[in-house]
Each structure stands twice: as C-alpha cells, then as structure tokens.
C-alpha cells in the first residue's frame, strides 16, 4: 500500500474477548481484545456445550491504522497463506495483517463450539459494550466480520460469511447499546444451529478499522470496549474458555 496515511498512525494492542479500542490525543490509537476464562459448565436439557479459543491466551498487535476492508483481507490471507516476499535479497513471509508500509491492518480470533449433547441447540454470539465514562466518545467506523471455518483446513480461507457489521455507535448521543449486539445477525437474538453428538462449529472473527477519509479525524479520542459472549439463550451460566488472538 503506498499512500501514506497523513492523519497518523493508529498504535494498537489486541488481546482477546473484550474488545477495547481507544484512539488518544491527535493522532495516536491503542485497540485491543482481552479475555478471562473459567470452567462453568452450560446445561440445557442435558446438552453441554464448550467453546474453545486456540492458540495461546493473548495476541498483541500495534501499529493498528485505518484501512479499506480489501487491504485489510490481503494483508490477513497473504500472511495466512505463508506467501512471500522479497527483502534484501531474501524470501520472506509477509507478517499476518500487516500492510506493505508493516503497519497493523486488522486482527483476527478464533474459537470452536462443540455439542456434546444428543439433541441439537442454538447458541447465540453478541457483545456487550461497556458504557462510556463522562468526556469520552465512541467509534463509528469499526468494522467486524464473523466466518463459519467448519470443516476447512487452509488458514488462508475464511470460509462462509456468516455476517458483518458495523460495531453501533449513536454519535448524537454519544452512547454505545450496552444491550449488545449480535457478531450472527442484525438481531441480537439471532442463534446458529449446533448439532449435537460431538457435532463442532469452527469460527473467525475479523475486525478492522475502516477507512473513512476525513470522517476517521473525527473519531480522535474515541474508546470501545466491550465483552464477546457465546451462550445458549435460556440457560444457567456461561460458555467460556481460553483465549486466541492474532
């Protein structure tokens, strides 16, 4: 990518499961995704459904801009794919959401739900955004996608959308919807079926700060944080687990 970004660099930390995005002073960013896991059990007439996120506990990312959602993918995917390129004379992988200019594009999580029960359920996956303290305002340009992976084993494919949003933010009043909002539909109680007998759901979350020209200037100072839970609707408890960010 060889524009140069001439509003700033967007510094970043992602973590995984509690999404927190902070832009600071001018120019600077700091966005991450944080995550505390527990063994609570989640039982629906004798189902008993876990959920798993792979790959360590915590990811830091910095470096984090603005970008098109297309530049964000390649940089995601290239690396992924392990595709190489050129430094010095050398072969080299590109860096996972890594830009051509090795500025952070986007972040990428990944987590698996298995029904061990006989019976099929419906699992829903929403996040619940904390309220902003006095004197902060939100994000309008956060951008997430959510991918069903099930089944497919080259990491450089992302599989079936499932659904993308744009994380709500009302800017007139300066509120995000503490209710939540769904990473499945538009509808916060939307569910994905999960058969049961052992039956798993492999999933990636993408997440990415799109470009929006002149309308990024105008969320300097702006914060998100908020908790990602999967969950039955109706039952006692929650389905939580390790952590994965990338």
């Given amino acids: 990518m060889e524009r140069e970004d001439k509003r700033g660099v967007f510094f970043g930390v992602i973590g995984v499961l509690t999404l927190i995005v902070a832009i600071i002073g001018a120019s600077f960013a700091y966005f991450s995704i944080n995550a505390s896991s527990k063994q609570d059990a989640v039982n629906v007439s004798a189902a008993s459904v876990k959920i798993v996120y792979t790959e360590g506990d915590q990811i830091a ?21 392990g595709t190489t390129h050129e430094v010095e004379g050398a072969q080299v992988p590109y860096t996972t959401c890594k830009d051509d200019n090795n500025y952070t594009t986007c972040g990428y999580y990944e987590f698996s739900l298995t029904n061990n029960s006989e019976n099929a359920v419906k699992v829903k996956a929403y996040v619940v955004p904390t309220a ?73 979350l993408f997440v990415w700060l799109n470009e929006a020209g002149e309308d990024n200037n105008a969320e300097q100072g702006a914060i998100f944080k908020g908790t ?18 990338e």
Avoid at 153 to 159: A, C, M, R, T
Avoid at 228 to 245: E, K, M, Q, R, S
């Fill in 228 to 245: 990602i839970h999967v969950d039955l609707p109706g039952a006692n408890g929650d389905i939580t687990g390790v952590a994965v960010g």
């Fill in 61 to 81: 990312i910095e470096n984090l801009i603005p970008s098109t959602r297309e530049i964000a993918m390649k940089t995601l995917t290239r690396g992924l794919a």
């Fill in 132 to 204: 902003l303290t006095e004197g902060k305002v939100g994000f309008s340009n956060l951008m997430f996608t959510l991918y069903d992976r099930t089944g497919i084993d080259d990491k450089s494919n992302n599989g079936t959308q499932v659904y993308e949003g744009k994380v709500p933010y009302n800017a007139e009043d300066g509120t995000y919807d503490v209710s939540g909002f769904s990473l499945l539909g538009s509808d916060i109680n939307t569910t994905a079926d999960l058969t049961g007998k052992g039956a798993s759901k492999n999933y990636r």
